[in-house]
């Protein structure tokens, strides 16, 4: 099966922007979706699809695809952006989905 | 608003079975994939298992298949998750999640439960 991969661990200054990034093989063929997870709470959708943002997401989250790269860029972090954020997408021509090793975002 | 909570987990020996459940609401349960997702102790999220709207397809990660399987009661807006045969790689909170599609798994997840924790330990 494929795999992704993100930086474990990211650091940004509170109101600047910050560029997570995924690779993987899986991503020439298929979008990512981004979460974000904070401590003891469940994943929340962040984008998904081409650029989809679900309803509640604010609008300082984006996501963007080049090659093997998937990113998501929050444009003015928040204190409350802090967590971990993983990216999954569909793993090739099966109905399966890898999920990246997440990122640990702390906002200084 | 969408409502998943999940229920069942505990500690079991290896071998030993369990039966995770997941009551929905809030939504039109029947038109929607619906997954569950694990994450051990410290660790990153691992997809487990993927069952269509109507329950004619599942699917399943290779760490899993032939242990656990998924099925659904769309009567009563439920989900559930058979474990057998469980194992020590097993422990992990389980979160059921809600897929943006109904017939395929797209990865994109927009409802989870609170998850329930299963603790696989002689």
């Known amino acids: 099966s494929s795999e992704l991969t993100q930086d474990p661990a990211v650091s940004v200054a509170l109101g600047q922007t910050v560029r997570l990034t995924c690779q993987g093989d899986?991503?020439?063929?298929?979008?990512a979706s981004w979460y974000l997870q904070k401590p003891g709470q469940a994943p929340v959708l962040l984008m998904y699809?081409?650029?989809n943002r679900p309803s509640g997401i604010p609008d300082r989250f984006s996501g963007s695809s080049s090659g093997n790269t998937a990113s998501l860029t929050i444009t003015g972090a928040q204190a409350e952006d802090e967590g971990d954020y993983y990216c999954?997408?569909?793993?090739?021509?099966?109905?399966?989905?890898?999920f990246g090793g997440g990122t640990k975002l702390t906002v200084l | 608003q969408v409502q998943l909570v999940e229920s069942g987990g505990g500690v079991v020996q290896p071998g030993e079975s369990l039966r995770l459940s997941c009551a929905a609401s809030?939504?039109?349960?029947?038109?929607?994939?619906m997954h569950w997702v694990r994450q051990a102790p410290g660790k990153g999220l691992e997809w487990v298992a993927f069952?269509?709207?109507?329950?004619?397809?599942?699917y399943y990660a290779d760490s899993v298949k032939g242990r656990l399987t998924i099925s659904r009661d769309n009567f009563n807006n439920t989900l559930y998750f058979q474990m057998n045969n469980l194992r020590p790689e097993d422990t992990a909170m389980y979160y059921c999640?809600?897929?943006?599609?109904?017939?395929?798994?797209?990865?994109?997840?927009?409802?989870w439960g609170q998850g329930t924790l299963v603790t696989v330990s002689s």
């Open positions: 899986s991503l020439r063929s298929s979008y």
């Open positions: 999640a809600k897929d943006v599609e109904r017939y395929y798994n797209s990865g994109s997840y927009d409802s």
């Open positions: 699809g081409k650029n």
């Open positions: 069952i269509r709207y109507d329950g004619s397809f599942k």
């Open positions: 999954n997408s569909r793993d090739g021509s099966v109905n399966h989905v890898v």
């Open positions: 809030g939504l039109i349960f029947s038109s929607y994939g």
